[in-house]
C-alpha cells in the first residue's frame, strides 16, 4: 500500500533478542555487535513505532506492555523466518571470510552495516575480530583488514577508503554551556584526550583557529569508545572521528561544538593479501566494502 512505512527487520531482530535477554549488554553478544548499536537499533524502531518498548527507568531492564505485546508476536515470525531461510542453505557450500577492523570503527560503523552484505550473499559468513593489538599490521590470520596508516605497507593489496577526520564534540548539555566570543572559547572546556592521539586538540586549535582556554581539566582514555562515552556523559569534549561516529550525532548522544576540523596525516585503509586477489568470495567483500565505506570528494 502506497504510504505505509517499511520498519526494519534488523531493528525487530535485535529488539526481540533484547527482550528474550532482558539485557542489550547479552543481547549485543548473542548478535556480535556492540550495546551501543543495540541501544541504537531499539531506539530508531522505538521511533518508527511511537512508542516506548522498555521501561529504562527500572532497575533491571523490563518490557513495557507494549514492547511484551510485539515480541510474542514478532518472535515466532522471526523463528520461523529463520528456518525457511535454513531450508533453502541445506545443499549450499558456505564460506567464511576472517575480517580484521579497528574497535570502533567496527563496532559503530562496520558492523551496523554487515546485515547488508549477507543478506545479499547468505553462504558466506563473516568473522569479524576488532582487536587492536595489531593496528599497523595487517593481521596475518584475517583475510581483510581495516587499518589506519600513514601509508599502507608493502606487499599487499590495499585501497585507501578515507582520511581520519575529527570534529570537536559534547553532550547537548555541555554545548549549551559552551560560549565562544570570536573564536576564542571563554566558558569552563575539559577536555577529553584519546592516549593514541596526545597532541590532537593543540593541532584542532591551530588548525581551526579557535582559542582553547588555557589549564583545564583533562581525562585521558585509551579506546574511542570509551571517549565517545566520557564524553556523552558530559565529562568534557572530545574529538571524535566522523562519519564513523554519525549514529551518535544521529541519535543526539552527542553533537558537534564547531564546524571546524581536523584531518589527521593517517587514513583507513582496506588491506587484502595479493594472493587472494582471485578468491571470489573475498573479492565480493572487498568491493561491497569499496562501495559503502570509500569517501569520495
Not at 523490563?62 to 525457511?84: F, N
Not at 582487536?131 to 596475518?140: M, N, Q, V, Y
Not at 572530545?238 to 576540523?261: H, M, Q
Request: proline letters at 5%; aromatic letters at 8%.
Amino acid at each position: 500500500m502506497a504510504g505505509r512505512s517499511s520498519i526494519s527487520l534488523r531493528g525487530l531482530r535485535t529488539f526481540c533478542v533484547a527482550a528474550r535477554h532482558e539485557s542489550f549488554r547479552n543481547a549485543a553478544d548473542a548478535l556480535f555487535i556492540t550495546a551501543s548499536a543495540v541501544s541504537h537499533q531499539i531506539k530508531s524502531l522505538e521511533q518508527e513505532l511511537g512508542e516506548q518498548l522498555f521501561d529504562r527507568n527500572a532497575r533491571d531492564l523490563r518490557l513495557t506492555k507494549t514492547g511484551r505485546s510485539l515480541y510474542e508476536e514478532t518472535w515466532p515470525l522471526i523463528e520461523q523466518l529463520d528456518a525457511v531461510v535454513a531450508s533453502y542453505k541445506k545443499d549450499r557450500t558456505r564460506r567464511s571470510i576472517r575480517m580484521s577492523v579497528q574497535p570502533f570503527f567496527g563496532s559503530e560503523y562496520f558492523v551496523p552495516r554487515l546485515s547488508e552484505f549477507t543478506a545479499e550473499h547468505p553462504d558466506i559468513d563473516i568473522e569479524v575480530g576488532t582487536s587492536d593489538e595489531t593496528a599497523d599490521t595487517h593481521p596475518s590470520d584475517a583475510d581483510l583488514s581495516i587499518r589506519l596508516f600513514r601509508s599502507p605497507p608493502a606487499g599487499v593489496q590495499s585501497d585507501l577508503l578515507m582520511p581520519l577526520r575529527l570534529v570537536a564534540a559534547g553532550s547537548p548539555d555541555f554545548r549549551s554551556g559552551l560560549v565562544v566570543r570570536g573564536k576564542r572559547i571563554t566558558s569552563e572546556f575539559p577536555r577529553i584526550v584519546h592516549e593514541t592521539h596526545p597532541t590532537a586538540w593543540e593541532r584542532w586549535s591551530r588548525a581551526g583557529g579557535i582559542s582553547l582556554p588555557e589549564g583545564g581539566k583533562v581525562t585521558r582514555l585509551d579506546s574511542m569508545i570509551a571517549v565517545v562515552r566520557a564524553c556523552e556523559r558530559g565529562i568534557g569534549a572530545a574529538l571524535v572521528p566522523v562519519p564513523i561516529a554519525d549514529l551518535w550525532f544521529k541519535y543526539g548522544s552527542i553533537v558537534r561544538l564547531f564546524e571546524e576540523e581536523l584531518v589527521e596525516e593517517v587514513s583507513y585503509y582496506l588491506i587484502s593479501r595479493a594472493q587472494d586477489a582471485d578468491d571470489p568470495a573475498i573479492a565480493l567483500l572487498r568491493h561491497w566494502i569499496l562501495d559503502n565505506f570509500t569517501e569520495t570528494g
